[in-house]
């Protein structure tokens, strides 16, 4: 039997050595920061702005942060919460990425990258995300505060860090770099955690839980894996398919181009993504989306659908908080439906040695952890048809975890996740302010789109998606068009994500549906065609490497 230096040394020969410091931190391991400000970058339509706009390149190459800076930051940051060291302070971590526009003024290799998404960029993908058609509606392109057409960014600059004031002191930095390059600032917004409820978004749910780990190492020591292993050696195979419990391990490539990617088995590398041009290698795309949330609307709805369900057979005392946790698959704490079916679990929620450890085809086990901690939580049971935790909840159509789907097993999953990197932006809604005030369009028929706006909630609220992925076509829009937004996909019985998928079917008049099943094995249906999430602006971009950013996209 191998020990425990033996067993790492194996897992060891599998991963890859990652270029860390040709890689932007915001690709590896992310930025998982409280604090963000994105500032969007033009370059003017002059003679001679292009050659100036390499030269900003090149030099602010030196202001990113590398892979193995973001990481080193991680690490401190970890060690400091358990106590086991002192905070080092880093500067607020930045990166860069490009949209095709951009990347194009700087080098006709841009046209090479093989990604329709990304030539066409966001705007004009928008209606085949299910964004609305209607010229009038809020969410149509034309009205985006960014990235609508005639709006497109060159760049986004994204700035990250602990603190707020230190935050705006690096992105005063940015700005007057931007200045003395002559280059116009088109956009600039500050992402922060809620003050009141750290770690939710606008609607009052924990975010960010279900993050894939990627597989690979720092450095040479068989032992320096990026994403920390949690779970005790005798646990097999969860100790090499794991980080966190429940936390998929995923081949770099599926984050990162010209990296291995994913393969049937998830423990042998498959054939590395492709990076095409050549200096794509270690590159990564951007999708960004700047979507508003209508809080009143969307607890006024959970609270319309939970009375009506709750005079229903086998939804008996059904209330706003627990329909909303099984849209979502978890309560508001991040305590997952799986492991809580009935009630919230605070404890679990905030315990991330526990809160993503859950399947949904089979029966879960507490695992032996390299801690020690002891997982005393009650253990998801098998629920394949989707009774506990319905198929169309958010968690479970962006993520089918052991379950097959309409593409294939477990390991279609894989290949489909993002890391998200992405922060809320505007002021909490006071509590109690939920009046919402319906309006007409033109035709004097109610678009759900119109109707999304508030008196009470006049002050733009919501979220700064932001997401990395080695194909915008075959992860983020797959997720959006395919799963979220489909209501017989990824499994039946199913129907669309009601937390922020849409439907563009014509006729349908944008509603959305999903089963849901009572104490009994009683089905209903819940049906909206409310609009709480409005899409405002965005834009597709790539992340270029270190080494790209200098000898390719910059210099003179």
């Known amino acids: 039997m191998m020990d425990d230096r033996e067993h790492e040394s194996f897992q060891a020969a599998h991963e890859p050595v990652l270029p860390m410091a040709d890689i932007q931190g915001i690709i590896v391991p992310g930025f998982l920061k409280q604090h963000h400000t994105l500032i969007g970058v033009c370059a003017p339509d002059r003679k001679g702005a292009n050659a100036e706009f390499r030269r900003f390149i090149g030099e602010f190459a030196e202001e990113v942060t590398t892979a193995l800076e973001a990481l080193k930051d991680r690490r401190n940051r970890r060690a400091a919460k358990q106590n086991r060291a002192e905070r080092i302070s880093i500067r607020p971590l930045v990166a860069i990425a490009f949209s095709h526009v951009g990347l194009l003024k700087v080098t006709m290799g841009a046209s090479s990258l093989p990604s329709d998404a990304f030539r066409q960029g966001l705007s004009a993908r928008s209606g085949y995300l299910g964004d609305p058609s209607n010229p009038e509606s809020p969410g149509h392109p034309g009205k985006w505060k960014i990235g609508g057409p005639g709006q497109e960014l060159d760049a986004l600059i994204v700035v990250a860090g602990d603190t707020r004031d230190e935050v705006d002191a690096r992105a005063d930095d940015v700005l007057r770099i931007l200045n003395g390059a002559s280059l116009k600032v088109a956009y600039h917004e500050k992402g922060d955690v809620r003050h009141d409820l750290p770690g939710r978004e606008h609607f009052g749910f924990s975010d960010g839980i279900s993050q894939p780990g990627i597989r690979g190492r720092a450095s040479d020591d068989p032992g320096d894996f990026i994403t920390p292993r949690h779970i005790a050696r005798e646990a097999e195979p969860a100790h090499a398919q794991f980080g966190y419990p429940g936390q998929d391990l995923v081949w770099p490539g599926v984050l990162l181009l ?27 795309y951007l999708v960004f989306r700047r979507l508003r949330q209508h809080v009143p609307l969307f607890w006024k709805t959970m609270e319309s659908e939970a009375n009506r369900l709750s005079k229903l057979p086998g939804f008996e005392g059904t209330t706003a908080q627990k329909l909303a946790a099984h849209l979502v698959g978890r309560w508001p704490s991040g305590a997952p439906v799986n492991r809580s079916p009935l009630n919230d679990d605070e404890a679990l929620g905030n315990e991330p040695l526990a809160n993503n450890h859950f399947r949904f085809d089979s029966d879960a086990k507490a695992l032996p952890l390299t801690s020690g901690f002891e997982d005393k939580y009650p253990q998801s049971k098998a629920d394949p048809a989707g009774i506990t935790c319905p198929w169309a909840a958010h968690i479970r159509k962006v993520n089918t975890r052991d379950s097959a ?120 249906t819940v049906t909206t065609n409310a609009q709480w999430i409005v899409p405002t602006g965005g834009g597709y971009f790539f992340v270029p490497s270190l080494s790209a950013l200098r000898e390719v996209l910059g210099g003179t």
């Not at 010209?258 to 590159?283: F, H, R, T, Y």
């Not at 678009?447 to 997401?467: C, I, M």
Request: hydrophobic share 30%; net charge negative.
């Open 258 to 284: 010209g990296q291995p990617a994913s393969s049937p088995d998830p423990l042998i590398p498959g054939i590395p993504s492709s990076a095409v041009p050549n200096w794509s290698q270690n590159g990564s």
């Open 405 to 524: 789907s309409d593409t294939g097993g477990r390991d279609s999953t894989y290949i489909r996740r993002i890391l998200r990197v992405g922060i809320p932006y505007g002021k909490p809604l006071a509590d109690g302010d939920a009046d919402v005030k319906s309006e007409k369009d033109k035709k004097g028929e109610e678009d759900p789109y119109v109707k999304t706006e508030s008196q009470s909630d006049k002050d733009d609220r919501g979220l700064l998606f932001l997401s990395i992925q080695a194909s915008i076509e075959d992860q983020f829009e797959f997720l959006v068009t395919r799963w979220m937004g489909d209501p017989s996909r990824p499994k039946m019985p199913a129907g669309h994500d009601i937390l922020v998928g849409q439907n563009d079917a014509p006729g349908e008049h944008r509603e959305r549906r999903c089963v849901l099943f009572g104490s009994g094995l009683q089905q209903a």
